[in-house]
């Protein structure tokens, strides 16, 4: 349970995704992909940056539109942190995201952003927007009494054409005001669980691809696409998630078997669509084998599954070292081949699927045209689940759940609760007002804008936002700035 006496949290969240959209109904027409299984496993569209959008302008546009949003006092923010792993400046990161902002605050008429700030770069794959959050709350409560924090979770999360990633793409950044006395919701770390363990080549970035024969050979601009196994990295998600909520458990009391039925809300980090669905019924039928109440229903669905509960047990009690595996040549062998069958028989029963829509259904049907956002995903099913409920007018009385996860390898599980009053800061999120206004893409624009060809026919982006004004080339003795890009904010209309 939060502990809602601390009075640390975030009091307000913002949105921004490029208007560029690719509807995945589209994408499965021209590579020869199933739609049905596509639209029920990833979603329905995903977004894709234009030229002059990066991640830097997606944060700077996130977190000007929570000042404007909440009309918060830009003099009272002591730490601005960003979380992505989209960087493209490896010495400077959310300076740059305040440099965008204090110009944009300036042509409004408004303050700078107070000049004795923080300014951190976190960087653990899709974890780092959490880590960012975790920083501000401890700020807030410590050093940075009384002042106010904004955490800006923003990426390009994109893969090569032809991959098995590649319908999994998206971009954008979610924004947080973290301060004490939150309007939206409370987080609790003092009973947060974590979880850590190095995986190698569990989804990696490594520098050295750009110079192998054989890289991205079909584009033409500098790329970020990952280094990944798709099953491996599936079986790092499921071990790490679950060490991190049963750390997080651990601290807490009550029964592992009743809590998912108890808890109001659960919210995971998710690449795609079905990720969260697969790390809820493992969670589940590991919380009912750590449960003694709870022995005839595992028992009922081990035979479903087929599998024996001696080793359903077996896999409870072990900590296998994936890394390990890979080293053995026996990286697609899965861990928890017992676990993962019973819960593929709890994902066909309807009171399970009843129980995901209760306990996981906010703001599902916003996500799905998101697309992956990396350390913004989990943020932002935060962020679409309390606007929707608020629309609704739904009690979000109860206690809830975060679970972050960064791939390479590590997991955080946070409790949270509403604050006091959250609909009035949840009906300012506007993230259904951050989708409006989308530009379909067709083939021949999605993949030159992808592989770096010439785009035609997408005519002059609308005013309003920040954009990469031009790149700096003097390379002299006395000044240099090649490769620096510089930045401009173009009001709206």
């Not at 639209?39 to 329905?44: A, P």
């Not at 050093?143 to 054409?161: N, T």
């Not at 979610?174 to 919701?185: H, I, Q, T």
């Not at 028992?299 to 077996?314: G, I, K, Q, T």
């Amino acid at each position: 349970m939060v502990n809602l006496d601390d009075r640390v949290g975030i009091s307000a969240m913002s949105l921004y995704v490029p208007p560029l959209r690719v509807q995945l109904q589209d994408w499965c027409a021209w590579t020869n992909n199933p739609w049905d299984k596509v639209q029920n496993v990833v979603g329905r569209s995903f977004r894709v940056c234009a030229r002059d959008e990066n991640v830097y302008t997606m944060a700077a546009s996130a977190v000007l539109r929570l000042i404007n949003n909440n009309s918060v006092d830009p003099t009272r923010i002591g730490f601005l942190g960003l979380g992505t792993e989209s960087s493209t400046d490896n010495a400077a990161g959310a300076v740059i995201v305040r440099g965008m902002v204090d110009r944009a605050l300036e042509a409004q008429g408004l303050p700078r952003l107070a000049r004795n700030m923080e300014v951190p770069e976190f960087k653990h794959a899709c974890l780092g927007g959490i880590y960012a959050l975790k920083n501000a709350l401890r700020y807030v409560s410590f050093d940075g009494a009384g002042r106010q924090a904004i955490v800006v979770s923003a990426d390009v999360a994109e893969y090569e054409r032809g991959s098995t990633g590649e319908q999994t793409q998206g971009a954008g950044a979610v924004a947080m005001l973290v301060e004490s006395d939150p309007k939206l919701l409370g987080v609790d770390l003092k009973h947060a669980g974590n979880a850590s363990d190095y995986r190698g080549p569990d989804f990696r970035k490594p520098f050295a691809r750009h110079f192998t024969e054989g890289y991205a050979e079909r584009t033409k601009r500098i790329s970020d696409f990952p280094v990944f196994s798709g099953k491996y990295s599936t079986y790092s998600y499921l071990d790490e998630t679950v060490h991190a909520v049963e750390d997080m458990l651990a601290r807490q009391a009550g029964s592992h078997g009743s809590y998912y039925r108890d808890v109001k809300a659960l919210f995971f980090h998710r690449p795609y669509n079905h990720m969260p669905i697969q790390a809820m019924s493992f969670l589940y039928v590991r919380g009912l084998a750590r449960s003694a109440h709870h022995e005839a229903e595992l028992r009922e669905l081990c035979a479903d599954a087929h599998v024996s509960l001696d080793d359903l047990m077996a896999e409870t009690r072990s900590s296998p070292d994936l890394f390990q595996r890979v080293l053995d040549g026996n990286s697609a062998d899965d861990p928890y081949a017992a676990t993962s069958a019973v819960a593929g028989a709890l994902r066909k029963r309807p009171s399970f699927r009843e129980l995901l829509q209760e306990k996981m259904g906010l703001g599902v049907e916003s996500m799905r045209d998101l697309g992956n956002l990396y350390t913004a995903a989990l943020p932002a099913w935060i962020a679409a689940g309390f606007e929707e409920a608020a629309e609704r007018d739904l009690d979000l009385d109860g206690p809830m759940v975060a679970v972050g996860y960064g791939s390479g390898d590590a997991a955080e599980a946070i409790p949270m609760a509403a604050a006091p009053g959250w609909p009035a800061a949840a009906k300012r999120i506007g993230f259904r007002r951050a989708l409006a206004d989308a530009t379909d893409l067709n083939r021949e624009q999605y993949e030159a804008l992808h592989d770096g060809a010439e785009v035609l026919g997408l005519g002059q982006r609308k005013a309003g936002g920040f954009r990469i004004a031009r790149v700096g080339k003097t390379y002299d003795e006395g000044f240099q700035d090649l490769g620096v890009e510089y930045y401009e904010y173009v009001e709206g209309p």
